[in-house]
């Protein structure tokens, strides 16, 4: 069983659109959580973290935890095309470990 | 502001060639670190260094070693490369070891 698991997609969005990324982890004593943004070709860039149950909102991005689940969420409001990108979910226990990924498109 | 520069952007080497891959951070980060990531697995970590004079294995540290020059530089040496490690190589850096990444632009590394 992989430590963190995504669903590789790609999710396919219209524009204007939530689109909702999901991750689940294995380690119930992961402490902070953390969405990356990798455009193709490029390196991760860290745009969301979050550490309580809950949920924790950054302009059109909102993280949702439930450590109880073992689950961890990003929301996208209002979609852009220059969003599309894939999200690597992190989480970190003795050290951090990523997910593979999921692929999101955003169609004009 | 830098960031995170790493160097070179890309490589080819043959098996058996050494290399070392450098990576340099100017936001007075303690912590860096050095992945590599492969399609379908995600990022992989390497090796680790929670503060300057610290050094430790992550999850797939074998052929691999490094070295944490100092506070701003950690470098990543293949000492006899094999096609296995043909990858993309991150380079990271945290405030601490609990705070999010900060990436360098990754080295394209080919090993024939």
């Known amino acids: 069983q992989k430590e963190v698991e995504q669903n590789s997609g790609p999710l396919s969005v219209p524009e204007g659109a939530i689109a909702s990324l999901n991750c689940t982890y294995s380690?119930?004593?992961?402490?902070?959580f953390f969405w990356y943004r990798q455009y193709s070709g490029k390196s991760p860039e860290l745009i969301m973290f979050?550490?309580?149950?809950g949920d924790k909102e950054d302009g059109r991005f909102t993280a949702q935890l439930n450590k109880a689940s073992q689950y961890v969420s990003l929301l996208i409001r209002d979609s852009q095309p220059s969003d599309s990108a894939t999200y690597l979910c992190?989480?970190?226990?003795?050290?951090?470990?990523f997910g593979a990924g999921t692929r999101l498109t955003v169609k004009p | 502001n830098a960031g995170v520069t790493q160097t070179p952007k890309f490589q080819v080497l043959k098996t058996g060639q050494s290399m070392t891959l450098q990576c340099a951070q100017d936001?007075?980060?303690?912590?860096m670190y050095w992945y590599r990531q492969d399609p379908g697995m995600g990022l992989r970590l390497i090796y680790y260094?929670?503060?300057?004079?610290?050094?430790d294995k992550g999850e797939v540290p074998n052929g691999y070693n490094v070295s944490r020059l100092n506070k701003r530089e950690f470098s990543l040496r293949l000492e006899s490369a094999v096609p296995s490690q043909t990858s993309v190589y991150f380079c990271?850096?945290?405030?601490?070891?609990?705070?999010?990444?900060?990436f360098g632009s990754g080295t394209r590394l080919t090993v024939v």
């Open positions: 990271a850096s945290s405030a601490t070891y609990y705070y999010g990444y900060t």
């Open positions: 380690d119930r004593g992961s402490q902070s």
């Open positions: 979050i550490y309580s149950n």
């Open positions: 992190a989480v970190r226990s003795n050290d951090m470990r």
């Open positions: 936001m007075n980060h303690n912590s």
């Open positions: 260094s929670a503060s300057e004079g610290t050094t």
